[in-house]
């Protein structure tokens, strides 16, 4: 088992001091309240992308445990998948590694009435990949070379792109991979990344460094969220992609409930006996 030691627990000097954190941590009650005002306004949001035809891709990138997973399950809690989907692509097949690299991220852009949500994306190449050695530094050079040309493409073709930074301090990274190495509930999330993204801490920060230089650019900009209050940083998340998509509630047609049919009426609940129930143990 990992010690919090081990994590880094103490080294403080890794704390970034130009990374604004609020002293306490917002509690779950105004969580909630924010969190379910915001969600409605999603909602709208999503009937107007369907009424217009807009194409949106969300990016959500980070330091592993910064908290990209909950961010986008607060997003897509309360809308449809159909509008609102989340793509998290596994490693590339030996197949995929032989492509061309944007291939295969290519087919999962958005259709008319769509929003993409890639959790982790093309961006690995710029971070994971090339930090573990599962590319070369002049994979990844040229990776940043083009990529402002692909996104130019994206933006040229109607997509509307929000690429999200979480920024996880080292400590509070530290005490979420402890979490994750002790709690059952969440040892699922440890991944085989995680424990070398803590010693190779400021490799990281360079690689982050050095894809924001290239990549932050004016028509495709990135946005820093600081993420050791996951709630604060959910709810900031939702209410900046609110603001950065013009949206109107789209006028709805009133429904009216029919009433069941009395035509071909039967005991529909009899027909059920002895069949197979779950045992009502709750």
Not at 254 to 273: E, F, I, N, P, T
């Amino acid at each position: 088992m990992a010690t919090a030691r081990a994590l880094g627990l103490n080294d403080a000097m890794a704390r970034s001091p130009t990374v604004k954190r609020p002293a306490e941590k917002l509690n779950g009650k105004k969580y909630r309240k924010e969190l379910l005002a915001l969600q409605a306004e999603l909602c709208k949001l999503q009937a107007w992308v369907k009424h217009e035809g807009l194409k949106v891709v969300i990016v959500f990138e980070g330091r592993d445990g910064a908290g990209k997973g909950g961010t986008i399950k607060a997003i897509t809690e309360r809308v449809s998948p159909r509008v609102f989907r989340v793509v998290a692509l596994p490693a590339p097949s030996d197949r995929e590694k032989s492509q061309m690299y944007a291939q295969r991220y290519i087919p999962h852009l958005p259709g008319a009435g769509e929003v993409v949500i890639f959790d982790r994306s093309w961006y690995n190449r710029a971070g994971v990949e090339y930090v573990l050695g599962f590319c070369s530094p002049k994979q990844r050079d040229r990776f940043l070379a083009v990529v402002p040309s692909f996104e130019n493409m994206m933006l040229e073709n109607g997509i509307v792109l929000l690429k999200y930074w979480l920024e996880v301090s080292n400590d509070e990274q530290a005490k979420r991979f402890q979490a994750r190495i002790e709690d059952p509930l969440r040892q699922w999330k440890l991944s085989k990344t995680d424990l070398p993204s803590r010693t190779k801490w400021y490799e990281y920060s360079r690689a982050r460094d050095e894809m924001f230089a290239a990549t932050d650019t004016k028509r495709a900009p990135w946005y820093i969220v600081p993420s050791d209050d996951k709630k604060r940083a959910r709810l900031n998340v939702i209410h900046h992609i609110l603001k950065q998509i013009p949206y109107r509630k789209v006028p709805r047609e009133k429904v009216v409930l029919s009433g069941r049919s009395k035509k071909q009426a039967y005991d529909d609940q009899a027909s059920l006996k002895g069949r197979r129930f779950v045992p009502a143990r709750y």
